[in-house]
């Protein structure tokens, strides 16, 4: 179970890179907790970064290696590869040891049942999102409008879920941050961290 209907997640997909710190200097103005989906190459290049995600108290999540689809869903064998890869990474920079897994662009419509079946096998846990900021398309204050949109049709929902929201690591997004986190704090909303006893949030 969740911790309670007006506790959302921010997440935050591709990094970490430069945009990553400004995020977290946001974050920790704010007081509010996130999760970061790292890519392998990014968590050794910028690793001071990724080592600051984990300071700050923030989830670590495992993004792969490589964002490419056909590259990464090609087998149950290249899913698990990079993701074993992002992890052992992550653990010699960091320390942190992860289950939390979001795979690129979604679990639907590439994730078959078997390649799910094989990653939860190995502990992994599979997070999508049900609030979509499409900050990858709109790079302008579009994107927090896509989430007051979304939020509100989820909050008018018979059963209003838990808040998943998907935030990418860009220059745009930090900017634009702030609007976000206060938007949602005047929603009553606790901007927590995902933790590996939750339920996850799936693309429906």
Not at 36 to 64: C, K, N, S, V, W
Request: glycine letters at 4%; aromatic letters at 8%; proline letters at 5%.
């Amino acid at each position: 179970m969740f911790e309670g209907k007006r506790t959302a997640y921010l997440t935050f997909d591709d990094g970490p890179n430069e945009a990553t710190e400004l995020i977290l200097d946001t974050l920790a103005r704010h007081q509010a907790e996130a999760t970061f989906f790292m890519l392998e190459p990014q968590i050794r290049r910028f690793r001071d970064t990724a080592r600051r995600i984990i300071r700050d108290g923030h989830a670590a999540g495992l993004h792969g290696v490589t964002h490419r689809e056909k590259q990464f869903y090609a087998s149950e064998r290249s899913i698990l590869r990079e993701l074993n890869k992002t992890r052992k990474t992550l653990r010699r920079v960091t320390g942190e040891v992860t289950v939390l897994v979001r795979t690129p662009y979604g679990s639907i419509p590439h994730m078959k049942p078997s390649y799910l079946e094989a990653v939860r096998r190995a502990g992994y846990q599979v997070w999508d999102w049900n609030v979509d900021s499409l900050d990858w398309k709109y790079r302008d204050a579009r994107l927090v409008e896509q989430v007051i949109k979304r939020v509100n049709r989820l909050e008018n929902a018979a059963s209003s879920p838990p808040l998943v929201i998907l935030l990418h690591d860009l220059p745009e997004t930090a900017r634009l941050l702030p609007e976000i986190i206060r938007f949602m704090k005047g929603r009553g909303y606790l901007l927590k961290r995902l933790e590996p006893w939750l339920e996850p949030v799936r693309i429906r």
